[in-house]
């Protein structure tokens, strides 16, 4: 249209300003794919930083790698504690103020989905999922020696959401359950 000959004037404009859009249109989906990978590779470098302070033991035996970090919380002593959890390819390390695991999967009998309800004391009750219908709201790993481990309140972070929009309807202790189960 811009160059044919015969076009109105107003053809033409119509054709430039198409050019233009698409232009434009194409020129911001490269940048939002460059920004979320910056935003990915920026997040991931922080965990594998953190990883790497905490846990450094386990990677310079050569044992194992990072695969993805997610923060919620583990219920210790009856009460529940920030955390960081490392999921990686031989451990799952849980990273915060008042606890510090490092639990190998070979000691990881079984994960199941879980829902966590208020009681009329401070501590929660867990369950195990009663129907899938219910919404999983927490995370329960038992290991061999006989110790439970309850995770709970996962947030959505940036490593998890950045280019990848489908994962925002995706709830977080679904994503970490996900991880842990498939490594």
Do not use: W
């Not at 698409?22 to 590779?41: D, W």
């Not at 997040?43 to 990677?59: A, K, P, T």
């Not at 915060?96 to 639990?103: C, H, K, M, P, Q």
């Amino acid at each position: 249209v811009l160059f044919r000959s015969g076009a109105s004037s107003k053809d033409r404009i119509f054709g430039a300003f198409s050019v233009v859009k698409g232009f434009a249109a194409h020129s911001m989906k490269e940048a939002q794919i460059a920004t979320s990978q910056t935003m990915r590779n920026t997040s991931f470098s922080r965990d594998l930083s953190q990883f790497l302070e905490e846990f450094g033991d386990l990677v310079r035996t050569g044992t194992t790698a990072l695969l993805t970090c997610h923060e919620g919380y583990v219920m210790s002593e009856g009460e529940p504690h920030l955390v960081d959890l490392f999921v990686t390819t031989t451990h799952l390390c849980v990273s915060g103020r008042a606890v510090r695991e490092t639990i190998p999967y070979k000691e990881i009998a079984s994960i199941y989905p879980s829902v966590c309800l208020a009681t009329t004391e401070l501590t929660p009750y867990f369950q195990h999922l009663p129907d899938p219908r219910v919404k999983v709201t927490a995370v329960q790993v038992y290991s061999t020696n006989m110790q439970v481990y309850q995770f709970l309140n996962f947030a959505h972070s940036a490593r998890h959401l950045a280019g990848n929009s489908s994962l925002v309807d995706i709830d977080p202790t679904n994503l970490f359950y996900a991880a842990l189960d498939h490594s």
